[in-house]
């Protein structure tokens, strides 16, 4: 979300986007020798998968005031406001720049930052829904869509949208601009996924261990089954 102000007065424009980083395993290599000195060939050994950070950075939200740069023709220009959603502050101006030269044609190095405050919840310990719009673009098209995602924070709730967009549109993060972001109540929910949540009688099966039985008693066929859960 993006809004404009040259006094008090802010003009909001429906902007708003994250890039997102990739991730990747590694593979030791190890080369061995024989007792003669003669090489006996590389072998490569896989060891043990280690998550690159990157894949699980969680998404962060800011507000960035910003504006170009005064000049004689304008010494007071516009001031810009945005809310936009990133890993860290780096990425979070570096959009921030991507907007405001599609504004007003402000760059990097003919503007200045006023303002760069991370945003929190209030209540991150509650579970709320939440509704997000967004923009992004396809091999073919540019598309609207409007998505519902249940989670204690908004930051959490970009960040399933993020991975959703990925696996279930093929979008890539760099296209994906969200336009607008909101708490909805459970009237005002409409996906099926977050509908079937809100019955005040949902209950689920406590899964609990099964003692293991001993050698001498265990049956290869058994004339009821195994209870697994607390009735």
Not at 210 to 230: E, I, Q
């Amino acid at each position: 979300l993006c809004s404009s102000s040259s006094s008090n007065t802010y003009r909001d424009f429906p902007l708003g986007c994250v890039p997102f980083g990739f991730g990747s395993s590694r593979l030791q290599s190890r080369s061995t020798h024989s007792p003669s000195g003669h090489h006996r060939g590389a072998e490569v050994k896989m060891v043990k998968f280690v998550a690159d950070p990157s894949c699980q950075a969680k998404m962060h939200q800011y507000q960035i005031v910003g504006r170009a740069a005064p000049t004689p023709k304008n010494p007071v220009p516009k001031i810009y406001r945005m809310r936009l959603f990133a890993k860290n502050t780096v990425l979070a101006k570096s959009r921030f720049w991507y907007f405001m030269k599609k504004l007003n044609k402000a760059k990097k190095s003919g503007g200045e930052l006023l303002a760069v405050n991370e945003l929190f919840d209030k209540g991150p310990t509650k579970v709320k829904n939440y509704g997000i719009w967004l923009r992004y673009e396809s091999r073919t098209n540019t598309h609207n869509m409007y998505k519902e995602f249940r989670d204690v924070t908004i930051n959490g709730a970009v960040s399933q949208m993020y991975s959703e967009m990925a696996g279930r549109h093929r979008a890539h993060p760099n296209t994906i601009q969200i336009i607008n972001t909101a708490t909805l109540k459970a009237s005002e929910c409409k996906r099926e996924h977050i509908l079937e949540m809100h019955d005040s009688k949902l209950k689920y099966p406590v899964i609990r261990k099964m003692p293991l039985v001993s050698k001498k008693l265990r049956n290869t066929f058994t004339a009821k089954r195994p209870t697994t859960f607390v009735r």
